[in-house]
DNA sequence: AAGAGCTACAACCGCTGCTTC
DNA sequence: TGAAGCAGCGGTTGTAGCTCT
């Protein structure tokens, strides 16, 4: 596939400075983009695909570097909820932070959450012994497809009935062998059945508009008069994180 | 002080979707 | 309409630095 044209192979590896400063040249002169022509323009034996992840992860402007806040892992969290490992996607909630970064974040959290205490390993295991034995683990593509199966139910709008609501229970505890990881699969599964009142678009806009990092826009002008989303201002000037209005429904996830 | 284990981060790989011809 | 190239995404791996024993 393309990506530049590979010699005798691409130089792979950690980054010089000076390499560093010749793709920021380029990117000065060229803009983002046309990734695949920066070999030929600047001399440098790197891919077009490696470039172009050194540029987004480490020397765009305005990148953010350090621990995420916990105001950041709040977001994280939630945003992970919502839209699962769409790690771009949640990034763009995050200005300053990218993919990558919230990625390994959540991968380091997440492993941390997987060794969690004992006491919680015996509450699983407890709960475990409660469920009938499983055939999940002979039949693993067959049994996911039936969770998604009973999910698409959950979110249809429709009641979900007690008989899907236990199959479902049950197979967040096969699925989620902790407390916390349970816990999280039904704070995802809340957001989902309450996103589908909402259009994914006003929700975007109203929870962050981007553009308005220090909320000069005019709050009242969104789309639809739709108003749920995060008080940007609120959250810029007090470090809060709270919601305009909440709607009907808003799934409780701290 | 030294080795083991852990964490955070950078980078690569493979896949997918979009665009162009 | 299909093939090829490009761009982007998510998963995975490698490693430097830190902490613990």
Not at 227 to 243: E, P
Request: charged residues 30%.
């Amino acid at each position: 596939m393309g990506w530049g044209i590979p010699k005798q192979g691409w130089t792979k590896g950690p980054w010089t400075p000076e390499e560093d400063m010749l793709l920021s040249e380029y990117v000065k002169l060229h803009g983002e983009g046309r990734w695949s022509s920066v070999s030929k323009s600047t001399g440098l034996n790197r891919s077009g695909k490696s470039c172009r992840l050194r540029w987004v992860n480490y020397l765009r402007p305005g990148l953010k570097k350090g621990q995420l806040t916990p105001l950041e892992e709040g977001i994280v969290v939630e945003m992970h909820a919502l839209w699962g490992n769409r790690w771009s996607t949640i990034a763009r909630y995050l200005p300053g932070r990218t993919d990558n970064e919230i990625k390994n974040y959540w991968r380091t959290h997440f492993k941390k959450k997987g060794k969690s205490s004992k006491q919680d390993m015996e509450k699983a295991q407890t709960l475990k012994q409660k469920q009938p034995p499983k055939k999940q683990e002979q039949e693993p593509q067959e049994d996911s497809m039936k969770r998604e199966t009973i999910s698409d139910e959950d979110t249809s709008g429709e009641q979900m009935s007690s008989e899907v609501q236990e199959k479902q229970e049950k197979l967040v505890i096969q699925e989620y062998p902790t407390l916390e990881d349970q816990c999280f699969s039904v704070m995802s599964q809340d957001v989902a059945s309450w996103l589908d009142t909402v259009r994914e678009d006003d929700f975007c806009f109203s929870l962050w508009n981007l553009d308005d990092p220090k909320g000069d826009l005019d709050h009242d002008h969104q789309p639809t008069g739709f108003s749920c989303g995060i008080d940007s201002r609120n959250f810029y000037n007090n470090g809060d994180f709270r919601l305009a209005d909440e709607p009907q429904g808003w799934p409780n996830l701290i």
